[in-house]
């Protein structure tokens, strides 16, 4: 039933989580379920790491989870496996989260009037703080100037505009 796993889009999210999570995935492709041992014995990574990004993959319901006894210890076994539905849900929201993040950047510059000493590494300054130094940069100690940020809201609305497309796509 794997081969039905879309492999591009599950290697993409999966890579949000590190290298080790994406050898883990290409495990968890294999088969319809495996357990954390399984896991330690197929790669190099330690069980610990293992179980830390299983749990975090798990926290995002990207894998699913079944527990069992082992009869003879009576310890938890977890059994793993993929959760390819959830992978454009997580996606989605991944995406959300970004507008928001880009919005709140688009706010700020609309909202303040910058003033930059035109030296690179130095930041541009808003004007209640320009007003404080001075109009002297606190770190290269040049004169501060008006800085237009029309292309940087531009850039910033290009950005939002493009994952909007994506989103509906
Ligand atoms: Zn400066």
């Known amino acids: ?11 993409k999210v999966f890579g949000l989580f590190g290298e080790e999570a994406i050898e883990i ?27 830390k990004i299983l749990y975090k993959l798990y926290s995002y319901s990207l894998i699913g989870l079944r527990r069992t006894r082992d009869k003879n210890t009576g310890w938890f076994i977890f059994h793993w496996r993929l959760q390819p539905d959830q992978l454009e849900g997580f996606i989605l929201n991944k995406k959300r989260r970004m507008i928001e993040k880009f919005e709140t950047r688009l706010e700020y510059e609309k909202n303040h009037d910058f ?6 590494g130095c930041r541009q300054i808003p004007f209640e703080e320009a007003m404080e130094v001075l109009f002297q940069c606190p770190v290269c100690e040049k004169s501060l100037i008006h800085f237009d940020n029309d292309q940087i809201i531009d850039a910033i609305t290009k950005k939002i505009d493009q994952i909007q497309k994506e989103l509906i796509e």
Request: hydrophobic fraction near 40%.
């Open 1 to 11: 039933m794997f081969s039905l796993v879309d492999e591009e889009p599950l290697m």
């Open 115 to 120: 003033y930059y000493c035109f030296t690179a």
């Open 25 to 51: 995935a290409k495990i968890l492709m294999e088969t319809t379920e495996t357990t954390d041992d399984d896991i330690a014995t197929k790669t190099e990574i330690r069980l610990n790491d293992i179980r």
